[in-house]
């Protein structure tokens, strides 16, 4: 039989991974599923976005031999995370867009590359100005100026 002193311990702990697995700063209960449950809205969002990505990717793939690649852009505290994914290996890709995180001054601090079959890019980035005020669009912008900047100089080749 369990005590009641080891099933609140086992709530604590469990609490405290919700707590830490959602970004939480709140020390409350309450407050702790409150967040927990914000978080999984928006990791439902983002599924959600990133279905509708895939959907429009595959119907660009089938009327179009080379697609270019798709870009997604989230904040991360004071940084962004970047992913850009295509189904084709590209070439010098990798250098426009590490070309335009230097133009829009964003320090890479982690990053994963693959580029054998497909490309796949994630990379953290964080603001080199913190004044700067760069927002998710301007990043956005910048990973589509760099694919379509690439795409430009391969057509050409």
């Not at 994630?122 to 669009?137: K, L, Y």
Request: hydrophobic share 35%; charged share 25%; proline share 2%.
């Amino acid at each position: 039989m369990v005590s009641r002193e080891q099933k609140r311990t086992s709530l604590h702990e469990k609490l405290q991974i919700l707590r830490s697995i959602t970004n939480s700063h709140a020390s409350s209960k309450t407050s702790i599923i409150k967040d927990a449950s914000k978080y999984i809205e928006k990791l439902k969002k983002k599924v959600g976005r990133l279905n509708q990505d895939m959907d429009t990717t595959a119907q660009t793939s089938s009327s179009d031999q080379n697609p270019l690649p798709m870009v997604t852009v989230e904040t991360l505290g004071k940084g962004f995370v970047v992913n850009v994914i295509s189904a084709n290996s590209c070439p010098g890709l990798l250098v426009s867009i590490l070309e335009a995180f230097e133009e829009i001054n964003l320090n890479v601090l982690d990053a994963r590359v693959s580029c054998a079959d497909t490309f796949r890019f994630q990379a953290i980035g964080q603001n080199e100005e913190q004044g700067d005020g760069i927002d998710v669009e301007a990043v956005e912008q910048a990973m589509g100026q760099a694919i379509k900047n690439w795409n430009e100089s391969t057509d050409q080749q």
